[in-house]
């Protein structure tokens, strides 16, 4: 056995019907999945970065207002860049639609939690619901896979702890705004190793203490208060890691390098986010409202949390959001995006800083996208138009001015939004492009970010199916063969589902299971194993089963008519084998065997002679002539066939006809058996 010991399910599992398989190409012994990472690349840390909100041109107002130009995010100078589709389950993108209809995009949009979930999981889902499937089950998210693999976890927003997507990398409910249940969840159940967010419930969006407190992103004081104390945690590992709990900005900025604790929930001194929600004129340009100066930037919790994570010698995921782009989004705020947007983008610089003083490309990947748009911003004149719809790019009004743009709609928008990645495993986002956007170009799904980031979590499994064999079959024809996938095995100790599969005649069959039992005709069948760890499929793994058919050789039956009251008590079977078999080939251990009504010799001899050179057998077989009529029911003409085994495994028959007459007629029997005395 290989690698790890694996999880195994013995069972046994019927065969499925074979079927007719039409146009469908075969797979060959070497065929792998195109999006296992490539070899040599082991992403050990996976840092994910959602601007919530954000579409293309929240980017251009920030880079306008920040540089005077687009494109010089450090983000932006990324090798892979795509759109990103993110339209929960039942919805569509369609990009000729999406620019022949201005108000295309005003529908079908998804919202941060399903699309929380869709990027944590790899699946769609409805709205409102955290990593919770369309039938109600819960799914395991990419957290949860890392934290399996023994690597370190954490969530950083600047909105509260609790809200969407923070949660859609920890918790499992129906409902987003199950607050108290979620930071439950997060709080005591998973085995996240930072957790750092807003919603301080003794601090009001000024960064003021409020009285009474406000416990609505803990659900009750008492969850507040154990964090708070440190006597909450609890880890994947059975062991309690309590939280090691801090809410001063010199606390956190503190964390940004030396010691740091195994557990850290990171709780600012503010409500919902960290700078959004602040008073002031709301429609001021950026910064002209002064910032909250008690809370820290997006840029130094990250900080904070990338010194807890990096102390895992396996490595770490962690996604980190600028949560509030949306709020402002929501809000039709141009100077409170130019704020969030640059907080965000502070914060990405400082993890590619860290990539590259503490760790490198080739073993950490950062991806930075957004989880849907918001608000729907173009450039002035935008819209409907009699000759068609209009999309007009944003003014640039210079350096530290924010550019000339226009909101429409205050909600999420079904539009693409932009991918960006770089490092370990990157490129593997080239593999899920679902189509070509007329205006952004190539596009990926939402939930390819989950996919891609599970095939980096995983090692695939390795499918054995067996040394090549031969069988033999049976004297008609068919061979029973035993399937056995147990030296199959997965690295990260997974469990294994096994699909068989194999054609016949052109016809389609499979078996599932780690075992299995077939049958086969005469030939040579390649049975190929695929095994699955819920994660990847195997590079799939073949056996060539190759069915040696019957000998057929000559029988003759005497006496060839058979009368029921007749008094000859034996049958003579006279089989003689092909050229080239000897006597000692025939396996003696196996009793010959005469169809109908299956009944073994009374006795049985073999003969051989040498003829030129060559072997010939000849075996002699009584049988009760009693048994055989007996087993025979209807009179009239009847082929038996008689079958052996040799020495190889391999069977040997003949057939003959012989003839069952029917019992005479009482006075007929007296009468010929007085005349005979």
């Known amino acids: 056995m290989k690698g790890l010991d694996t999880f195994r399910r013995i069972l046994f599992v019927p065969v499925a019907c074979c079927f007719i398989l039409a146009g469908t190409p075969a797979l060959r012994a070497g065929d792998c999945d195109a999006n296992t990472p490539a070899p040599g690349c082991t992403a050990k840390n996976i840092i994910l970065l959602i601007a919530d909100g954000c579409g293309y041109n929240h980017i251009a107002a920030a880079d306008f207002y920040e540089y005077g130009q687009t494109g010089l995010q450090v983000y932006e100078d990324f090798p892979i860049q795509f759109a990103m589709s993110t339209y929960a389950v039942g919805g569509g993108y369609d990009p000729n639609l999406a620019w022949q209809d201005f108000d295309y995009v005003m529908s079908g949009a998804t919202d941060s939690a399903a699309s929380a979930t869709a990027i944590a999981t790899g699946i769609k889902t409805y709205s409102g619901r955290l990593n919770i499937d369309t039938n109600g089950n819960a799914v395991m998210n990419v957290a949860e896979r890392a934290e399996l693999l023994g690597k370190a976890t954490g969530v950083v927003t600047t909105v509260p702890f609790s809200h969407s997507t923070p949660a859609g990398f920890a918790a499992h409910n129906i409902s987003r705004d199950n607050f108290g249940q979620i930071a439950e969840e997060m709080i005591y159940d998973s085995a996240l190793d930072v957790i750092m967010g807003t919603g301080h419930p003794a ?192 003014v640039n009004n210079g350096k530290g001015k924010v550019p000339a743009m226009e909101w429409h709609i205050s909600s999420h928008t079904n539009s693409l939004v932009p991918l960006f990645a770089k490092g370990c495993g990157a490129g593997l986002f080239s593999d899920y492009i679902d189509g070509n956007d007329p205006v952004r170009g190539p596009y990926v799904d939402n939930t390819d970010i989950g996919k891609v980031i599970f095939s980096l979590l995983n090692h695939p499994p390795v499918a054995d199916a067996g040394e090549d064999r031969t069988v033999y079959a049976d004297t008609n024809n068919i061979a029973r063969a035993a399937l056995d996938g147990n030296d199959s095995y997965d690295d990260d100790g997974d469990n294994l589902t096994y699909q068989w599969s194999w054609t016949i005649d052109g016809n389609s069959c499979e078996a599932n299971g780690v075992t299995a039992e077939i049958e086969l005709p005469a030939g040579e069948h390649n049975i190929r194993l695929v095994v699955n760890d819920t994660f990847a499929d195997s590079c799939p793994d073949e056996t060539v089963i190759t069915v040696v058919g019957p000998v057929r050789s000559n029988l003759r039956l005497l006496p060839r008519r058979l009368n029921r009251q007749s008094h000859n008590s034996k049958v003579l079977a006279i089989l003689r084998l092909p050229a080239g078999i000897g006597k000692d080939q025939i396996d003696a251990n196996q009793p010959m065997l005469l169809y109908p009504p299956k009944i073994s010799p009374a006795s049985q001899y073999a003969f051989q002679s040498d003829r030129n050179g060559s072997l010939h057998s000849t075996i002699f077989a009584f049988f009760y002539k009693s048994d055989i009529t007996k087993g025979i029911t209807e009179d009239g003409p009847v082929e038996l066939r008689l079958t052996g085994r040799l020495t190889s495994g391999q069977y040997f028959y003949g057939s003959d006809e012989i003839t069952i007459a029917p019992q005479p007629p009482r006075r007929w029997w007296r009468r010929n058996f007085r005349s005979k005395r």
């Open 203 to 394: 601090y009001n969006n000024n960064g003021g203490q409020r009285r009474p407190a406000n416990f609505t992103y803990f659900g009750k004081s008492q969850t507040f208060l154990d964090v708070f104390n440190g006597t909450a945690g609890a880890d994947a590992d059975g062991i309690d890691d309590p939280w090691v709990f801090i809410s001063t900005l010199q606390e956190f900025r503190d964390l940004a390098a030396g010691p740091a604790p195994k557990r850290l929930f990171g709780l600012p001194q503010v409500f919902e986010t960290l700078q959004q929600r602040r008073s002031g004129s709301t429609k001021a340009a950026p910064f002209q409202v002064p910032l909250t100066a008690t809370v820290p930037a997006l840029d130094e919790m990250t900080r904070a949390a990338l010194n807890v994570l990096d102390d895992d010698p396996d490595g770490f995921f962690v996604m980190i959001e600028g949560g509030a782009i949306d709020w402002t989004g929501h809000q039709n705020q141009a100077g409170r995006l130019i704020e969030e947007m640059l907080d965000f983008n502070r914060a990405v610089r400082a993890v590619v800083d860290w990539v590259e003083t503490n760790s490198d490309w080739n073993q950490t990947i950062v991806m930075v996208t957004a989880d849907h748009e918001t608000g729907y911003i173009t450039g002035p004149g935008s819209g409907h138009n009699p000759r068609g719809p209009v999309w007009n790019n944003l």
